[in-house]
């Protein structure tokens, strides 16, 4: 293969590279592209046989695949894509801009090209969105023998082989899998339904999410799940290691949401200065912005400050536990309702089971309080003054309505953003805390003034 577009000598990047990786499995020459310059990474891959190539362009992990395709002579590109999976070059073509797309679209062969615009059809994060359409189907009136010829033949251009899918003959609806195991075992004479497993395959709709999709995979102990349309007939597989590299792309933008801050959407080492800022900026000012109504919330209370200053010692321990507690219950719910272990319709049995909880984790918190006041004022630590003993009730009482509020706010506050159809993962830490924080204020100082006023107040 020729780049034309690559400069004509390798960096220094790249002749390293070419040193120090034979021998490695192509998982390893992966990561050590993605060390590398867009043109260092493509000048390698224009120098190894097209078959390697297109296996290292394969893989998910590889960073830049779109950017080296898109520097590549048209029929560079070309005969790279035709070697690659389709679901994967649909992801690829996704990445990049119009032009450059509708480039590299063009030099596809008809039957590619139709296979991939289905699959680009689909939105993301769905079952049609993350399918490939090489998959092994074979009619229901073969035998054990002529299916395993046929899957000699085809093997090479599948995704795999492990799950060959019977079709009926005539409407080519999905009848029957047979592995690849069963299908070694039978008797070539056969037919290719005396091997199959009993019963209705599984298999998912296109618009599945992949979240449901994973459940399935994992509920089934399956290498693939069928794909198929409300006529039964197949469109595709959806394959396990595809799921797994789509949930771990997920689980990375959730975990850094949860963060308190937008999804990189690329490796953290990968994103520019002027991008770090913008993906932090925003939620850093917004919670900001919400922890200045703590400040309004203790200039409300101002009077009773001057009063009782003895109250400003735990507002750090109110605070503090109210959103602890809070960003518990948020990510307990997330991950139950990530796991389908938990449905929208399970908010009112939630509330009824973290309304308990957050009152006892509430009072064993608040008995922490107590007893350490009085140990401190015994002990001839810290003197609270006169009525010491109110002031030890209030943090009591307070730490009970903080911990109980902060529980129902975080465990009902996911619900809330999936009923609006927003990603429950929104419900960051720091945003649950921010707002416990400042309802946290009010509690405690309305509690102050229930039980010290005529005292202290």
């Given at each position: 293969?020729?780049?034309?577009?690559?400069?004509?000598?390798?960096?220094?990047?790249?002749?390293?590279?070419?040193?120090?990786?034979?021998?490695?499995?192509?998982?390893?020459?992966?990561?050590?592209?993605?060390?590398?310059?867009?043109?260092?990474?493509?000048?390698?891959?224009?120098?190894?046989?097209?078959?390697?190539?297109?296996?290292?362009?394969?893989?998910?992990?590889?960073?830049?695949?779109?950017?080296?395709?898109?520097?590549?002579?048209?029929?560079?590109?070309?005969?790279?894509?035709?070697?690659?999976?389709?679901?994967?070059?649909?992801?690829?073509?996704?990445?990049?801009?119009?032009?450059?797309?509708?480039?590299?679209?063009?030099?596809?062969?008809?039957?590619?090209?139709?296979?991939?615009?289905?699959?680009?059809?689909?939105?993301?994060?769905?079952?049609?969105?993350?399918?490939?359409?090489?998959?092994?189907?074979?009619?229901?009136?073969?035998?054990?023998?002529?299916?395993?010829?046929?899957?000699?033949?085809?093997?090479?251009?599948?995704?795999?082989?492990?799950?060959?899918?019977?079709?009926?003959?005539?409407?080519?609806?999905?009848?029957?899998?047979?592995?690849?195991?069963?299908?070694?075992?039978?008797?070539?004479?056969?037919?290719?339904?005396?091997?199959?497993?009993?019963?209705?395959?599984?298999?998912?709709?296109?618009?599945?999410?992949?979240?449901?999709?994973?459940?399935?995979?994992?509920?089934?102990?399956?290498?693939?799940?069928?794909?198929?349309?409300?006529?039964?007939?197949?469109?595709?597989?959806?394959?396990?290691?595809?799921?797994?590299?789509?949930?771990?792309?997920?689980?990375?933008?959730?975990?850094?949401?949860?963060?308190?801050?937008?999804?990189?959407?690329?490796?953290?080492?990968?994103?520019?200065?002027?991008?770090?800022?913008?993906?932090?900026?925003?939620?850093?000012?917004?919670?900001?912005?919400?922890?200045?109504?703590?400040?309004?919330?203790?200039?409300?209370?101002?009077?009773?400050?001057?009063?009782?200053?003895?109250?400003?010692?735990?507002?750090?321990?109110?605070?503090?536990?109210?959103?602890?507690?809070?960003?518990?219950?948020?990510?307990?719910?997330?991950?139950?309702?990530?796991?389908?272990?938990?449905?929208?319709?399970?908010?009112?049995?939630?509330?009824?089971?973290?309304?308990?909880?957050?009152?006892?984790?509430?009072?064993?918190?608040?008995?922490?309080?107590?007893?350490?006041?009085?140990?401190?004022?015994?002990?001839?630590?810290?003197d609270y003054g006169p009525h010491w003993q109110m002031v030890a009730v209030t943090v009591f009482a307070a730490l009970i309505g903080i911990v109980t509020f902060g529980s129902?706010?975080?465990?009902?506050?996911?619900?809330?953003?999936?009923?609006?159809?927003?990603?429950?993962?929104?419900?960051?830490?720091?945003?649950?805390?921010?707002?416990?924080?400042?309802?946290?204020?009010?509690?405690?100082?309305?509690?102050?003034?229930?039980?010290?006023?005529?005292?202290?107040?």
């Amino acid at each position: 293969m020729n780049i034309n577009r690559f400069p004509l000598r390798a960096g220094h990047a790249a002749r390293a590279f070419i040193n120090n990786s034979r021998g490695a499995t192509i998982a390893e020459r992966v990561e050590s592209l993605n060390a590398l310059s867009v043109q260092d990474a493509g000048r390698i891959l224009s120098g190894m046989a097209l078959d390697y190539a297109v296996n290292i362009l394969d893989r998910p992990e590889l960073r830049n695949a779109a950017q080296i395709l898109a520097l590549m002579g048209a029929e560079d590109a070309a005969r790279l894509l035709h070697g690659m999976s389709n679901d994967r070059v649909a992801d690829v073509l996704l990445e990049l801009d119009g032009e450059t797309r509708a480039r590299l679209f063009s030099s596809l062969d008809e039957p590619v090209r139709i296979a991939i615009q289905h699959l680009m059809g689909y939105p993301p994060r769905t079952a049609g969105g993350i399918m490939t359409t090489e998959f092994v189907s074979v009619p229901d009136s073969w035998s054990v023998a002529r299916t395993l010829d046929h899957v000699r033949q085809v093997e090479r251009s599948r995704e795999t082989v492990y799950a060959i899918y019977v079709l009926d003959e005539v409407s080519h609806a999905l009848l029957h899998v047979v592995t690849l195991r069963r299908l070694i075992t039978g008797e070539p004479d056969a037919s290719i339904l005396s091997v199959a497993q009993k019963g209705a395959p599984v298999s998912a709709d296109p618009l599945m999410k992949q979240e449901d999709v994973a459940r399935l995979i994992r509920k089934h102990d399956l290498l693939a799940l069928p794909v198929t349309d409300e006529h039964g007939q197949m469109l595709g597989i959806v394959t396990v290691d595809d799921v797994i590299d789509t949930m771990i792309a997920d689980t990375t933008e959730a975990a850094q949401r949860f963060g308190g801050m937008e999804a990189l959407g690329q490796p953290y080492m990968k994103i520019s200065f002027a991008g770090m800022i913008r993906k932090r900026a925003g939620w850093l000012a917004a919670l900001f912005l919400g922890e200045m109504l703590t400040a309004s919330a203790m200039q409300h209370f101002e009077g009773e400050l001057e009063k009782a200053v003895v109250l400003t010692l735990f507002i750090p321990l109110i605070m503090s536990s109210g959103g602890n507690s809070g960003s518990q219950a948020t990510s307990l719910i997330i991950r139950a309702l990530a796991l389908g272990e938990l449905k929208l319709s399970d908010w009112w049995k939630v509330l009824l089971r973290e309304l308990p909880t957050g009152v006892v984790l509430g009072a064993i918190l608040g008995l922490v309080g107590f007893i350490r006041i009085v140990f401190w004022q015994s002990a001839g630590l810290y003197d609270y003054g006169p009525h010491w003993q109110m002031v030890a009730v209030t943090v009591f009482a307070a730490l009970i309505g903080i911990v109980t509020f902060g529980s129902i706010c975080g465990s009902m506050l996911p619900f809330v953003l999936q009923k609006l159809r927003l990603d429950p993962a929104s419900a960051s830490a720091p945003f649950v805390a921010t707002l416990v924080d400042v309802t946290g204020l009010v509690i405690y100082f309305s509690v102050a003034l229930l039980i010290l006023s005529g005292t202290l107040l």
